[in-house]
């Protein structure tokens, strides 16, 4: 697979317009454009929901704050604007329709202190820009299914509040601890599994392909793409969620 081809899949099933847009607010109008005015994440029309207007105006500044290496084809958070101007109108209707392919993810080995590597899957900016709005719809959604005992990868918690809560235990005179690690976390949660939890909550198609999609993109590493059958690759901004999908409830 060409570099150029992997990034170009999400639009290809679409007629590339050839309006640009001067401004990003001219952007942002014909990023909403396709919205009914929905922003609730419910029913059929989730899709609706993740390209609403204001919602994509969130990803695209969170996506630019976090800066982040470029994917497979090499485009950066700092070339992103111009060329989003372009091709934004073929990538909505792509989503819209359900035919959006994302492209495969960049593979980064990154050495951990205790030896060993820690494999990072980079999406491209715009698939980076994508998977911020799923989130930002997806999460409201499923909090509420997770155990208030759980602090990783949740907005609003964090690991001090886990340390509070061991302390409390141990004022109320507990003296037990329990100690695991689920090794690979990411890299092993099971996509079939995943899916029915996550189609408990979603009903529109659109939105669950995309997902799949996303979990199956392929990884490149020195120009050879490997498939993947299981995992939320680390690096975008959809696998923490994910994965707190994957191992929360019975099956």
């Known amino acids: 697979m060409q570099i150029d081809e992997a990034t170009k899949q999400g639009t290809d099933t679409r007629t590339e317009r050839d309006e640009r847009i001067s ?11 396709a919205a009914d005015g929905q922003t609730k994440a419910e029913g059929l029309r989730l899709m609706d929901a993740v390209v609403e207007r204001s919602n994509l105006w ?9 800066k982040g290496a470029a994917g497979v084809d090499g485009l950066t958070v700092f070339e992103f604007k111009a060329w989003l101007q372009q091709h934004w109108p ?4 792509a989503l819209l329709a359900g035919d959006y392919m994302p492209a495969v993810i960049r593979k980064v080995d990154i050495p951990k202190p205790n030896g060993g590597v820690r494999t ?3 999406p491209t900016v715009l698939d980076r820009l994508i998977q911020q709005a799923l989130l930002q719809v997806l999460q409201p959604e499923f909090e509420p299914e997770f155990s208030e005992h759980s602090y990783g990868f949740r907005p609003g918690r964090n690991a001090w509040q886990a340390v509070q809560r061991a302390q409390n235990y141990i004022g109320d005179g507990r003296r037990w601890v329990v100690d695991l690690d689920l090794e690979k976390f990411f890299d092993r949660v099971n996509h079939d599994i995943l899916m029915s939890r996550i189609a408990r909550q979603v009903k529109d198609d659109r939105v669950l392909k995309l997902i799949r999609r996303y979990l199956e993109a392929g990884m490149m590493s020195e120009g050879i793409v490997s498939a993947r059958t299981e995992g939320t690759p680390q690096g975008g901004p959809l696998s923490p969620l ?3 999908i994957g191992y929360s409830g019975p099956t």
């Open 23 to 33: 401004s990003m607010a001219g952007l942002g109008a014909e990023m909403g454009a």
């Open 242 to 244: 994910l994965s707190n």
């Open 58 to 66: 969130r990803a695209y500044e969170r996506v630019m704050r976090n």
């Open 120 to 122: 990072l899957g980079i």
């Open 90 to 93: 073929s990538i909505k209707a």
